[in-house]
């Protein structure tokens, strides 16, 4: 099944001004298209996203050499250490 021809591509556009009228017809069309650019405006968007957080995670994790040992995690002082290094107790 391939594309309409032009009589039925006329009896499309017949049955869509009946249905809608004419004069929302290029209201219609217009808010599609404003809708396209937008979801594609998005769409780059989200692509411009993923890619700077991929150089992003390259950037924050360094390559290390052969026998050279791994930086030590940093991790969050606990409660009890906040507690104890607390100067109003």
């Known amino acids: 099944m391939g594309l309409p ?3 039925e591509l006329i009896l499309i556009v017949l049955v869509l001004v009946l ?3 004419a004069t929302k017809l290029p209201q219609m069309a217009r808010s599609l298209g404003q809708s396209a ?4 405006a998005e769409a780059r968007g989200m692509k411009a996203d993923e890619e700077a ?3 992003d ?3 924050q994790q360094p390559e290390l050499t052969a ?5 030590p995690p940093v991790t969050a002082p606990s409660v009890e250490e ?4 607390d100067p109003k107790k």
């Open 82 to 85: 906040k507690q104890r290094n």
């Open 5 to 7: 021809g032009g009589w």
């Open 53 to 55: 957080a991929k150089k």
């Open 37 to 40: 650019r937008v979801f594609k």
């Open 19 to 21: 249905l809608f009228g």
């Open 67 to 71: 026998g050279e040992p791994s930086p």
């Open 57 to 59: 995670k390259t950037e």
